[in-house]
């Protein structure tokens, strides 16, 4: 495995960034409803990183004609074909989950896998509602972990409330909702991220969205092509955000970011600890878009147990913050933490008390006393938010974190950023 040390600093810095990684949610996005629309969609600043490389490649597979000139790449669709390849999905829930949904109503068999860490993800929360309207899937432990097999089946209208505000879950549903036999209705606990339900509409599917209920009417022809530049990812600008929050006499500037509500939740938390926070939009077609500054001031303490759905990805990097603040804070109703890439609660509580912080883990949670980071080895255990997470408490102490190659899955150039800031050893 990969190591990487960090090395602080001590004073401040000015940092504009227009070259933060595209939107992996939105690039996923992309690629999968390309597939459902007639005529080429045509996206530009799609990430190229490893997760979504793999989406791509997988709706090559599909059948889809791909075409890429560097800038924009070209999709063209001729429906969803049955395949001999093994889908390979790399490190991507999100890719699983989804393809999981559109795959289900698909003419064919299909077999999705993933690396080490994907396999060992749970798949229960899709998998069961899918079987529940028709779908046959089928996977290790009653379906529960990859790889998974797919037989294409038609699919039955339903009205399905989920015990879980997922993205990834909802999204997977309305994918199935497009192909069934009537009228669907899809419920969640909390508003979770909604890219779906944002550009499936702008594609022309019929959604209507109430509150935490939305309905989805089946597709009866393809939908219209994309046309979109993909904004940056305001997760991975959160990174950057937190290293001006944590560093006396510094500010961040992010160009080009998605300014989604259900995507600037962590940023929100942050101000209310205390961060300095202006928003400027500038375009908004799919998505708000516009740019982020983020400067120094002391942090304080801060409870956070609302919304977690839409601050879930960052929570890692913002537990940074909080072991910079003055002190407790809480996170509550998180218990999501605990499928992610790694068991991110038992992970950055584990690797917070390597640096001399003090913590306290609870089933859906933690509490983080601020305190005095120290320099420590940190195991990332494959999860590309806690590589880059520690890598950002560097700053403030130096640290060595071992498993980086995971970062390459989200965000290739973090390092290249990281590098305007500070000295990095690989």
């Known amino acids: 495995m990969i ?33 459902l629309a007639q005529g080429e969609s045509k996206i530009e600043n799609f990430l190229r990183a490893e997760d979504t490389l793999n989406t791509l490649k997988i709706v090559g597979h599909l059948g889809a004609e791909i075409t890429d000139d560097g800038e924009t790449i070209t999709i063209r669709s001729r429906g969803i074909q049955e395949t001999s390849e ?24 299909f077999i999705l896998t993933g690396d080490e860490y994907l396999k060992r993800r749970p798949m229960k929360r899709v998998t069961q509602p899918l079987r529940s ?37 909802k999204s997977a549903m309305i994918l199935a909702a497009l192909r069934s036999d009537g009228v669907c209705t899809f419920r969640e606990p909390e508003l979770s991220r909604d890219h779906t339900e944002r550009m499936l ?46 560093v006396p006499g510094s500010s961040v500037l992010v160009e080009g970011v998605t300014l989604n509500p259900t995507r600037i939740e962590a940023f929100k938390v942050l101000e209310r600890m205390g961060a300095k926070i202006t928003y400027k939009l500038t375009d908004e077609k799919y998505e708000p878009i516009g ?16 919304n977690i759905a839409w601050l879930i990805d960052e929570l890692p990097a913002l537990s940074i913050a909080m072991a910079c603040a003055n002190g407790k804070s809480i996170i509550k109703n998180a218990e999501e933490l605990r499928v992610k890439e790694s ?8 690797n917070l008390n390597l640096c001399g912080i003090e913590t306290e883990e609870y089933q859906d949670g933690y509490e983080v ?15 590309h938010r806690v590589a880059m997470s520690f890598l950002i408490a560097g700053l403030r102490c130096g640290m060595e974190i071992e498993d980086i190659e995971c970062i390459n899955t989200s965000f290739p150039n973090f390092f290249e950023i990281l590098s305007r800031i500070t000295k990095v050893d690989i």
Request: net charge neutral; charged share 20%.
């Open 3 to 35: 190591s990487a040390i960090v090395h602080s600093i001590s004073k401040g810095f000015e940092l504009v960034c227009a070259d933060i990684a595209a939107d992996k949610s939105i690039s996923h996005r992309c690629a999968m409803f390309a597939v």
């Open 86 to 109: 093994i889908l390979d999905c790399g490190n991507s829930g999100t890719g699983m989950r989804l393809f999981c949904g559109l795959l289900s109503s698909a003419q064919g068999h």
């Open 133 to 169: 309207i028709g779908a046959q899937l089928d996977g290790r432990q009653n379906g529960d972990l990859a790889p998974l097999s797919i037989r294409g089946a038609s699919l039955r209208a339903f009205d399905y409330t989920s015990s879980v505000a997922s993205a990834q879950v």
């Open 201 to 246: 509409r702008g594609m022309g599917a019929h959604l209507e969205i109430n509150g935490l209920e939305t309905k989805i009417w089946p597709i009866k022809k393809p939908l219209s092509p994309l046309s979109i530049r993909v904004p940056a990812d305001s997760s991975s600008a959160f990174f950057f955000a937190v290293a001006a929050a944590i």
């Open 291 to 306: 740019s982020i500054r983020v400067e120094y001031a002391p942090l304080h303490a801060v409870l956070v147990e609302e």
């Open 343 to 350: 068991d991110r609660i038992r992970t950055v509580v584990d």
């Open 369 to 383: 006393t601020g305190g005095q980071l120290k320099t420590a080895y940190i195991n990332s255990h494959g999860d």
